[in-house]
């Protein structure tokens, strides 16, 4: 007597074929169902985007360790300046010598920003980096000095009260970005 | 493997994809709730096209309620297992781009991004890869599952 081969499906228990196909009704079944509610929804999405997204993110926190000092005591002590305001206010009036590095709250300083700075004061010889800013509260200039300091700089200062403080000490004089 | 040891993964399969069930209906409902929301939290993320964004919006949360009805109910539950596999590794990749490029924000798995929750970190990740595992169990063991497929299938072996 032969025997026949046992009859097998083309896709047996096992295998994965029956598996993904049901897997494709799920995710076809979703997919209508998604679009049905949609479209009937008042509040339905367009389906295609075509404005940019405003997403919101925390604003990165610089880190680095800084102290205060006061406008006299950075005066006498002939520290390498930082100005962190923006550049229209550094272009009205500046420390002489200072630097421009303008800190935004809502972006990291650039880092061939920071490295050219970083540059800047080793050149120097300055044993002191005294940074100041708009004195508010945050204080745009203890903030850029923890970036400075976080990217390796020893001894920085900001100075307490900012500009205001420097202006105050008759320091400040008129000029134009260098 | 032995009967016996395919017995007790059967019947540990079960536990298991109603957990899985229960996690991805809690996962889908906020989303489907405030898609605008869930956009919002796809933009964030910053990975796909902003033509992509909406579309993935909408789908997401109905594929993760329809494979989590399915786990839950035990109709088709292997290929809802399927389908949770493919969601999990994509939420893994998405979260391991997120954390190396330091986003700081709630993953946005149980609710929008904009609230102080479950913060991207190692710890989702870890989770995330967790519930695959949970999910290929169930995809590899959950053979003749209890619930309405077998409710089914008795009925039809009876008539």
């Known amino acids: 007597m032969r025997l026949d081969p046992p009859r097998t499906s083309p896709a047996t228990p096992d295998s994965p074929r029956p598996l993904l196909k049901q897997a494709v009704i799920l995710a076809v079944t979703a997919t209508l169902l998604a679009l049905l509610v949609n ?6 999405l367009p389906l295609v985007a075509t404005t940019p997204y405003e997403t919101l993110v925390p604003c990165p926190e610089p880190q680095g360790v800084v ?5 006299g005591a950075a005066l006498a002590a002939k520290a390498f300046f930082v100005d962190a305001r923006e550049a229209e206010a550094y272009a009205d009036a500046h420390l002489p010598g200072a ?4 800190f935004d709250y809502l972006d990291a300083v650039p880092k061939a920003a920071l490295g050219a700075l970083t540059r800047q004061i080793v050149l120097s010889g300055a044993s002191q980096v005294a940074v100041y800013g708009d004195g508010g509260s945050p204080d745009s200039g203890e903030e850029l000095a ?6 390796g700089i020893k001894n920085v200062t900001f100075i307490q009260g900012g500009v205001a403080a420097l202006a105050a000490a008759g320091a400040m004089v008129p000029g134009t970005a260098p | 493997m032995t009967e016996s040891a395919a017995r007790l993964h059967r019947r540990l399969a079960v536990p298991i994809r109603l957990y899985l069930g229960g996690v ?8 489907i709730l405030d898609p605008h929301g869930f956009a919002l939290d796809i933009a964030t993320y910053d990975i796909l096209p902003l033509g992509l964004v909406n579309l993935q919006a909408l789908l997401l949360p109905w594929i993760e309620l329809v494979a989590a009805g399915a786990l839950i109910a035990g109709l088709w539950s292997r290929a809802a297992a399927v389908l949770t596999c493919g969601m999990m590794l ?3 990749v998405a979260l391991g781009i997120a954390l190396h ?8 798995c149980f609710a929008s991004t904009l609230e102080a929750t479950d913060p991207i970190s190692g710890w989702t990740i870890a989770r995330d890869l967790l519930w695959l595992g949970l999910a290929l169990y169930v995809a590899a063991f959950d053979r003749r599952p209890w619930g309405l497929e077998a409710l089914l299938f008795r009925r ?4």
């Open chain 1, 39 to 44: 479209a009937v929804r008042p509040d339905g």
């Open chain 1, 146 to 151: 923890k970036e400075i300091a976080f990217a």
């Open chain 2, 156 to 159: 039809k072996a009876i008539s």
């Open chain 1, 67 to 71: 102290a205060p000092i006061t406008a």
């Open chain 1, 99 to 102: 630097v421009s590095l303008p």
């Open chain 2, 101 to 108: 490029r330091g986003l700081d924000t709630s993953c946005g």
């Open chain 2, 90 to 92: 994509m939420f893994t």
């Open chain 2, 24 to 31: 991805f209906l809690w996962a889908s409902w906020h989303k």
